[in-house]
């Protein structure tokens, strides 16, 4: 089998996208428009926050201008995108950067943490921001410095390639077979993802949301280790959903690791949700209550079901069938 032809993962940063400090700078600080990111189907703004000297890059997606969809209620992926961040919040993993909901200059919309290098600096052009829903922007402080100003030391080596395509029928060592995809020219090769256990987390995280929208270009790993996800307004449908390259795990047991985080994700979504849930004390309520304030009751209901199904078949879910399993285009 031939070696890897490399698919790049999205552009890096050197902050800290999931840090409680970042959620907090996202939500009080002052935001500013810096620019758009035009190939987003939806609009995408870049920006900064500020606030008692601390500066943050993030991406703004107005309420105002998002697209319909014919499956989704118009005017509320800001509010999935939140509704997720919530999610992997609760499971320890942190794999989507923080992200509120708040006021700006064009309306109520969702601010989240930026992960990449700033639009104006980054080397390559290929119109995928690493942000259709996630971060982008020119921060004051730098793409080297972390969420409270102070610079990350030490080097930094490139993340190896969570995606790639193959010649052959067999994924090699190391990878996952997700599919064959067209290649152009009568050619085809096999699509495979990394025996990564960061994106086996992430995979369980999607089967959770439901996600209907899992691509390549929105996997962002750090040369630091870490990985975060971005891209999450088509989520939490009530019907099965489900679209996504990680399939490498369908139908394999989960982890140990996955059943703790289900198991929390479960007690936590059978906590008191009568509380109402205001500005000061958001953070702080049950995960139950915080999604009641952005999602309908029957799409928390479904939250629930889902992780009680994961737990229950013990596995990693199976494509439908009565949906197209591999998001277009994948990359």
Request: aromatic share 4%; hydrophobic share 40%; proline share 10%.
């Amino acid at each position: 089998m031939s070696a890897p032809e490399r698919i790049p993962p999205g552009r890096m940063s050197g902050t800290a996208p999931a840090a409680e400090a970042t959620r907090e700078l996202l939500r009080q600080g002052t935001l500013t428009v810096r620019g758009q990111i035009t190939a987003a189907s939806n609009t995408v703004l870049f920006g900064t926050v500020e606030h008692e000297g601390s500066s943050l890059p993030c991406v703004y997606k107005p309420v105002a201008g998002e697209r319909p969809l014919w499956d989704f209620p118009d005017g509320n992926l800001a509010r999935r995108e939140v509704a997720a961040y919530e999610v992997s919040r609760a499971t320890g993993w942190d794999l989507i950067p923080a992200t509120v909901l708040r006021d700006g200059p064009y309306g109520p919309g969702m601010c989240q943490a930026w992960v990449g290098e700033p639009p104006d600096t980054a080397d390559d052009d290929d119109g995928d921001a690493p942000s259709g829903e996630a971060a982008e922007a020119a921060s004051d402080s730098g793409p080297e410095s972390g969420p409270d100003g102070e610079p990350e030391s030490g080097p930094e080596e490139e993340p190896a390639p969570l995606l790639a395509l193959v010649d052959g029928e067999e994924p090699g060592e190391g990878w996952k077979a997700v599919g064959f995809a067209d290649v152009g020219g009568g050619r085809t090769a096999l699509l495979v993802h990394a025996d990564d256990p960061r994106l086996r987390r992430l995979a369980v995280l999607d089967a959770v949301l439901n996600n209907g929208d899992r691509k390549g270009g929105h996997l962002l790993p750090r040369p630091d280790g870490a990985l975060y996800a971005i891209d999450h307004g088509v989520t939490f449908h009530v019907d099965d959903k489900l679209r996504t390259l990680l399939w490498g795990w369908a139908g394999e047991e989960l982890t140990g690791e996955a059943v703790e985080a289900l198991r929390s994700l479960a007690a936590a979504l059978c906590a008191d949700r009568a509380a109402p849930v205001g500005p000061a004390d958001a953070a702080e309520a049950p995960l139950a209550a915080r999604l009641a304030e952005l999602l309908t009751p029957a799409e928390v209901q479904a939250v629930g079901k889902r992780v009680e199904a994961l737990l229950s078949s013990g596995r990693h879910p199976l494509p439908s069938g009565e949906w197209p399993a591999i998001p277009w285009p994948p990359v």
